[in-house]
Every structure is written in C-alpha cells, then in structure tokens.
T-cell receptor
Framework: DSGVTQTPKHLITATGQRVTLRCSPRSGDLSVYWYQQSLDQGLQFLIQYYNGEERAKGNILERFSAQQFPDLHSELNLSSLELGDSALYFC????????????FGPGTRLTVT | GENVEQHPSTLSVQEGDSAVIKCTYSDSASNYFPWYKQELGKRPQLIIDIRSNVGEKKDQRIAVTLNKTAKHFSLHITETQPEDSAVYFCAANNNAGNMLTFGGGTRLMVKP
C-alpha cells in the first residue's frame, strides 16, 4: 500500500458524460500527478499540482481539467467523454516537486460505453 | 521535451537467469531515473531509482546503471524468479525536474 488513495476504483459511463476522479496523496506529500494508461500502453503524464498550484502540464486534453484543494486532495474532471478515454487513470504523489520519488495510487478504471 | 525509449518490449527468461532492460533518454538535463514494476491490473510500484551523481545502485537482486554521457540507463535483475514477471517501466525527469516521462514498458516473463 503506497498511502495514496483513489476513488472510485471502477467507473462505467456513457459517451458525452462527465466524471470526476478523486485522489488523496500520502500524508505529508504536497505534489500530485495524474497519469493516463490506456490498454497495453505506457503511462502518459497529464498534469501536476504542487501545494494547490498547477506546476506542469503534459498531454492533457482540453476536455480534461484538474485541481488540488487546500487539504491537498486532487480531482481530475473528464468531460464530453469519448470511447477513447477508456483507460486506467493513476494519481501519484511526492513530497515536493523536483526529482523526488513518486508513489502511485491504485488507479481508477474508466470505461466509456 | 523529454523522450524515453525502452527496449526490449518483451523479454522471456528462464527462472534463475538474469534480465536486462535498457532505456535511453533525450534531455541531457534529466537527473533522476526511477524504475517501476507493474503487475497486471495493479499500480506501478517504485523498485529502484538512480540520480545523476552516481553510476550504479544495487538493492539485493536488482541494480541500475547510468551512463550520462551516452544518455542511457539499464535495469539488471539477477536470479530471476516467477514473481518477477510483470511490466517494467523506466522514466526520466524533465529539465524542470517536476514531471516524469516514461518508457513504453517491458513485459518480463520468467518461466519456472
């Protein structure tokens, strides 16, 4: 157990819908990262927040957005969902930003039908 | 931005043999290189990492080497066991240090 929690574990929804994925970092970690992993694919970095502020952006679609709240938990919002958005979404956390270790949560499996 | 290439994409070894997975990166400013192991349907787990101020790091049966000049790093697993079977990902941080770019992964199969 990495100490990073994610909810829900599974999510099934229809095209065009909007969903929110939630992540709580390890105690003491200030940075949260979101990754997308499609079937048999690698990990694609989406976005990073550090202490409430957006710090880095990767290949995140405009239909996706995220935020980090004062209690440091983070939410990833996915809207106008398409079949291709079906994937595992992982959240990771680290103590700070920079070259620190990132610890991954168990992931949310999103299925868009 | 950073580009990380990983080889091979699949690797099959006999139990007890060694396994080597290689990665190259493009950003000469990268200074942190972690390796993750991911079992089917589970989260990636950090197994070892190396920073640019060292050339090699060992932890029991696993070791990582780094060649900054050539911009490549490798994972070595000795005395492989069936429970080592998983997908392994290498990664490198970017020049601002705040995000990781992952390689495409290596599916390691250890045959008993």
């Amino acid at each position: 157990d990495s100490g990073v929690t994610q909810t829900p574990k599974h999510l099934i929804t229809a095209t065009g819908q909007r969903v929110t994925l939630r992540c709580s970092p390890r105690s003491g970690d200030l940075s949260v990262y979101w990754y997308q992993q499609s079937l048999d694919q690698g990990l694609q970095f989406l976005i990073q927040y550090y202490n409430g502020e957006e710090r880095a952006k990767g290949n995140i679609l405009e239909r996706f957005s995220a935020q980090q709240f004062p209690d440091l938990h983070s939410e990833l919002n996915l809207s106008s969902l398409e079949l291709g958005d079906s994937a595992l979404y992982f959240c990771a956390s680290s103590v700070a930003t920079g070259e620190g270790e990132q610890y991954f949560g168990p992931g949310t499996r999103l299925t868009v039908t | 931005g950073e580009n990380v290439e990983q080889h091979p994409s699949t690797l099959s070894v006999q139990e007890g043999d060694s396994a080597v997975i290689k990665c190259t990166y493009s950003d000469s400013a990268s200074n942190y290189f972690p390796w993750y192991k991911q079992e089917l349907g589970k989260r990636p787990q950090l197994i070892i990492d190396i920073r640019s101020n060292v050339g090699e790091k060992k932890d029991q049966r696993i070791a990582v080497t780094l060649n900054k000049t050539a911009k490549h790093f490798s994972l070595h697993i000795t005395e492989t066991q069936p429970e080592d079977s998983a997908v392994y990902f290498c990664a490198a941080n970017n020049n601002a240090g705040n995000m990781l770019t992952f390689g495409g992964g290596t599916r390691l199969m250890v045959k008993p």
